[in-house]
């Protein structure tokens, strides 16, 4: 419950800041959905020299595409870390993180949030309706909640991987510049699977778990029955792999070494 | 009771060395020179309740450290920490709602948001109730002036009215103990009488510890009786203030200022009765002389040396705190 | 230009820097060739049982891939974010009174991130997906040579544009928006993702208006010799006229930028 409050504190102080900078946060939103476009452009560009992905049609692809921008909207939301060791680490903010009475890895997510994020949501379920209208999909009553249950655990996976990429930090004062590249890896998990190599593939279905952030859960909903046991997974996946980073992180606190000296 | 009950706190940080040129960098890709560095070496301390004490030592000699250990920042690598009866990183999140924590050289507030904003977070983040915050606060932002920067943006506060706004947030939970890790770096003395009023006053009134690192001796002699002081991650004086003082000079110091150049050889030739040691002054003919004995010694000093000698300027001081200490730290804490 | 040996020790320091970060270095590595192995597969499947798409081959195709990635190691750098901070931190104020250029003193420590990976990343990276994928590297010394020298004018048509955009923070204040919009944009139309001949022809002639495809374009495709004989000098040639005219734009909004500066005291 307190959590819950405080969060809406910083979430009503995040948005009157980010308002005074108007500009900046249309060009942000603008660029946002450039960055979504960009994805769906490539789609098509390709389909415009081929009609089928490993037997995946081009309405199925964009489809699990648009799936694919909800978690990933809620993620980078909230999850907004990926200059964690720059930030908090090199420049020592988490001397004051940890003077607070609420969990640290909580005081970085609201204190880091970007809600304009969620925009992507929108973007994401239009793309999924227009693919979805084109595959003639109906929507079954189970369907919204099936859907809300993936996200979550598609958001949990992004969003665990990330924090443990974090709390590396806390180990070696390294920069990660794995951060960015990390990002274009969580795209590959938009592809049908069966397209890459044996050892890529695992990487990206108990390494690295993108695909349950993309192509897994969108099977279920495309009706790709070989795919349901894997799409159930997906939010057994996110906890595990959120509750693995969690504590991750909070042994990473203890050997935190302050900043400076 | 003590609120800070510290025994053989030690910290230990490794680290590599860089071997030097670009040989030697791509030879750390592969291998390293690891080394331990003992930052905090076995340290004990007590600090009873509404005690202002003086945390004090060189660049690198712990001070930070040993605050952050008491802070649950971080974590010791051995030895025991008590404070406000609670292990302070084991429990961490109930334990800082018991202290107030200033970073001279970090912010608490946030950047683009109007300082009362700023405060309304923090009272939520320490789940102060309104009455509590209101009355309470009131005081605080009365006493530190900060009245009218409420509505302004962090970014647009002067240095001076930033610190005095991270003293006030640092408050609002009212905590029995603060800590205060360089609060006036860089601050200009009318604001730095302001925070050491202050700091006096909620001592006086709500009994609070405070803590305090600092690199002016000013601030420790205006707030502490007691001092620490810490060398090479040991603590090498723990007591009052004015026994340091006592113990260590005895007698004062005579600055005389001649009007022409004076030998070292003729000053000891008029002072030889004397308990005295001549120094050569900062400035051109100055001369500084160090007594031991009484008023009347001293007196006898000046007539002898003014006798033989015309001088310009004559003053006598008590030695103060800054040069006792820089005299510990140049010859040892067995030197008196 | 006075100040060369400080350029050059800007570039040691960079280079130095980078070196000091070896779990950086490692994974760097492993990232890297996952990142072009999965495209790799990507591409076989897009192309299934074509052995061409607009005037490519599947091998063609997958070393445009691994070399696009490799030499966006050299060219790619962060120095838009790192202006865009000095700038909000207050930093650049006291850059300006230092006694050199500090755009000059910002393309040369990202010469020197560019340099470190260049040598350290893509070498080895190149060296493993070689062993791992089937790709053709020319023999002639000749494309090789062409191609160093185009990567050169990719660096700095990549890096004026960083300067560009780093500097626009000095009127918009905040400026992630835009620092990112431009990195989606880069991407998508330099020809990283997707060669620029895949585009339908309306959308490829807009490109080739744009300065985009100097910073990855042209070195993948005269490293795949996608282009040849006089097609590779005229591409030299766009990159050329890029590096010279975005001078311009830069050396303007500089000025105002500094004028600016001045008058607000920071």
Redesign the interface.
Known sequence: MFYFSIFFQYAAQYLKTRLSYRTDLVIELFSDLLSQAVNLIFILVVFGHTTLLAGWNREEIIFIYGFFLVPYALFSSFFNIWDFNDRYIVKGEMDRVLTRPIHSLFQIVIERMELESMFGAVTGIVIMFYAGSRLGMELSWYDPFVFFVFVVGGAFIYAGIFISLAAISFWSDSKTDIMPMMYNIGNYGRYPVDIYNSVIRFVLTWVLPFAFVGVYPAAFFLGRSEWYGYAFLTPLMGVIFLGLAIFLWNAGVKRYRGAGN | MNVIEVKDLRKE?TSYS?RSG?KG??R??FTRNYKILR?VDDISLQVKQGEMVGYIGEN?AGK??TI?ML?????PTSGEVMVNGMNP?KE???F??T?G?V?GQ???L?W??AVQ?SF??LK????VSDEDYDTHMKEVIETLEIGPLLDKPVRKLSLGQRMRCELAAALIHNPPLLFLDEPTIGLDVLVKMKIRGFLKEINRKYKTTILLTTHDLADIEALCERVVLLDEGSIIYDGRLDELQKNWVEGKQVHFEFQHAVEKSQLEEVSTHFDVKWRCGERENQWIAMIDGDDDAISKLMSQVMLHHSISDVKINRVSTEEIIRNIYEEGINHG | MGNVSLYLEMIRIRFLMMLAYRTNYYSGILIYSINIGAYYFLWQAIYGAQDNIAGMSVSQMTTYVAVAWMARAFYFNNIDREIANEIQEGKVAIEMIRPYHYLGVKTMQGLGEGLFRLLFFSVPGMVIIWLAFPIDFSNSLNVWILFFVSIIFAFIVNTQLNLLTGILTFFLLYNTGLIRGKRVIIDLFSGLLLPISFYPLWAQDIMGFLPFQAISYIPSMIFTEGFVGAEVYSALGIQLFWSLFLIIPIQLLWMVARKQLIVQGG
């Open positions: 940080f860089s670009l960098a791509f750390d890709l930052a690198g930070s450290t952050k802070t649950g920042i971080l974590t990183h961490r999140e109930k800082v709602q202290i924590v970073f970090r912010s608490q946030w683009d948001i904003e309304r977070l939520k983040v320490y789940k």
